[in-house]
């Protein structure tokens, strides 16, 4: 049994505050071989609470309609492109 495709790396949890984190995103994107994702997705604290807080079923969209949730549809979006590849 093998390892799955790398198709890319994924920029998560970036406060766009932080001049390090900036940096190290830079970084990474600098080395190709990273196959890194164009949508990086900011830190937002509805995103990493999110689980903790299922009282019902609502759509991603109602829950998270601010950047965050943004990024997130355009990061799908590209994650389907490179599977169709």
Known sequence: ?????????????KDPRSQVETEFERWLR???S?????????????????????SQIRSFHAKHPAEAGQAVRR???????????
């Open 30 to 32: 600098s080395d190709s």
């Open 1 to 13: 049994m093998g390892f799955a495709d790398n198709i890319g790396l994924l920029v998560t949890m």
């Open 34 to 54: 990273n196959n890194c994702f164009e949508t990086t997705i900011p830190r937002s604290h509805a995103m990493q609470f999110a689980a903790t807080y299922i």
């Open 75 to 85: 990061m799908t979006r590209e994650v389907l492109d490179r599977l169709s590849e």
